[in-house]
C-alpha cells in the first residue's frame, strides 16, 4: 500500500535527520506535516485538499493506529467531499488519548486499480489542555469586512518567535508585512490575527501554528475556517414591514380625524335643514281666511307647538316652545306687547255679509 510506504519512509528520514542533526525539511515540506493540537473531549474538524483531477473519486480517512478506512459517516468520525471546493473534510468527535496518532487524507485513484495517493499527513495531539487551541474554530463575515482571530499557546511557547497564521490551500504563511493580514503577540498567551478588506477568494481554511517547524514535535498548529458571503444588502422586505408599521398610528389619526368631520358636516346639513323647516313652518301659520266676530266675541289667540304641534297642553307650559301668529289689523291698530313677550293681535270686526252694507 502506497500509505504505508510513505509513512515508513517518512519515519526512516525523521530518524535519519535527528541522528545527523540536519536540516532534511524545507519550507514546502513543513506545510505538509500536520501536528493539530485538540482537546480531548472535544472535537475537531480537519480539511484534506486534492488535485481538481480527483473530483470524481472517492476519499478516504485513514487511521494507521487501528487500520481503517473511513469514507462516511462512522461512528464518531464523518467524511464530507466538496469537488466545488476541491476538498474533503473529516469530523472527530469526543476525542480522548486513544485518538492519538497519525491519520491520512486519502484518494482512491483510476490510475492503477487499488492504487491510493495521500494528499495529508496529520498527527493528532489530544491534550486535556492543548498547548495550542482558537477561541473560535469558524466565522462567518460579509465581503470587505474584518475579523479578529485569537490564537492560545500554552506557556512553554511563551518564548518562541515562530508563532504564524497560515493557510491550507496555497500553504501561504502571512507575516506582520502584510497589508491585510497584521499579526500581533502580547508575548504571554496568545497571538492576534486581524485580517481586514476581505473577499470571497480569501474563504477557505487557515490555522494557527506555533513552536519549531517540521519534525520538531513542537511545532503544532490549530485549524480555523473562514467563509467570506456575499455584500450585505438591505432587507427591503424588512424595510416596508416597518414602514407599515410606522404609518399604521398616523392612518388610524388621519381615519378618525376624517370620520369627526364627516360627521360635522352631517350634523351641519340637518341642523341646515332643520332651521330651514322651522322658518318655513313659522311662514305658514300666516292665516290668509277672513275671519268674522262682533265686539262682543271674546278673543281668540292662535297656538302654534314648533316642536310638536300635536302636543295638546297649554301655552303657558314653561317647557314647551310655542309661536303665536299675528293677525294683521288693517284698521292700522297696533297691538301691545305683553310684560311675558308674547304678541296678540286684534282682530277687526267685520260684518256678516259685507254687501249688505
Wanted: glycine share 6%; charged share 25%; with cysteine.
Amino acid at each position: 500500500m502506497v500509505a504505508y510506504g510513505k509513512a515508513a519512509l517518512l519515519y526512516t528520514i525523521i530518524w535519519f535527520c535527528l541522528i545527523l542533526g540536519t536540516e532534511c525539511f524545507g519550507d514546502e515540506y513543513s506545510n505538509t506535516i500536520r501536528r493539530l493540537s485538540v482537546k480531548s473531549g472535544g472535537s475537531v474538524t480537519i480539511p484534506c485538499y486534492y488535485d481538481r483531477k480527483y473530483t470524481q473519486q472517492k476519499k478516504y480517512w485513514y487511521s494507521e493506529t487501528d487500520k481503517s478506512y473511513t469514507n462516511t459517516t462512522a461512528g464518531d468520525v464523518t467524511v464530507i467531499d466538496d469537488p466545488a471546493q476541491s476538498l474533503f473534510t473529516v469530523t472527530m468527535r469526543n476525542l480522548t488519548g486513544q485518538h492519538n496518532g497519525t491519520y491520512y487524507c486519502i484518494v482512491k485513484t483510476v490510475e492503477q486499480p487499488g492504487d491510493m495517493t495521500t494528499t495529508d499527513d496529520i498527527y493528532l495531539h489530544v491534550q486535556s489542555d492543548p498547548d495550542v487551541s482558537v477561541m473560535s474554530s469558524s466565522v462567518t463575515v460579509d465581503e470587505g469586512g474584518n475579523i479578529s482571530v485569537q490564537c492560545l499557546y500554552s506557556t512553554k511557547f511563551k518564548d518562541k518567535t515562530n508563532k504564524q497564521w497560515c493557510r491550507y490551500k496555497d500553504k501561504r504563511c502571512y507575516t506582520s508585512q502584510d497589508a491585510s493580514v497584521k499579526i500581533s503577540d502580547d508575548g504571554n498567551k496568545s497571538f492576534t490575527v486581524v485580517m481586514s478588506g476581505l473577499m470571497k477568494s480569501d474563504s477557505g481554511w487557515y490555522y494557527c501554528s506555533v513552536g519549531d517547524k517540521p519534525p520538531s514535535l513542537e511545532y503544532l498548529q490549530v485549524p480555523f475556517q473562514l467563509t467570506v458571503t456575499g455584500a450585505a444588502t438591505p432587507d427591503t422586505t424588512e424595510g416596508i414591514k416597518i414602514a407599515v408599521w410606522q404609518w399604521l398610528p398616523v392612518s388610524a389619526v388621519f381615519l378618525l380625524l376624517m370620520i369627526l368631520v364627516g360627521v360635522f358636516i352631517w350634523k351641519w346639513k340637518r341642523r341646515s335643514e332643520e332651521d330651514k323647516k322651522h322658518i318655513k313652518m313659522r311662514n305658514d301659520c300666516v292665516v290668509t281666511d277672513t275671519v268674522t266676530s262682533t265686539p262682543e266675541d271674546v278673543v281668540i289667540y292662535s297656538t302654534i307647538n314648533d316642536e310638536n304641534p300635536d302636543n295638546k297642553m297649554s301655552p303657558s307650559d314653561s317647557n314647551i316652545e310655542t309661536t303665536y301668529c299675528l293677525v294683521e289689523d288693517p284698521s292700522g291698530h297696533k297691538a301691545q306687547v305683553p310684560e311675558d313677550g308674547t304678541i296678540y293681535s286684534f282682530v277687526e270686526p267685520h260684518d256678516q255679509n259685507p254687501e249688505e252694507q
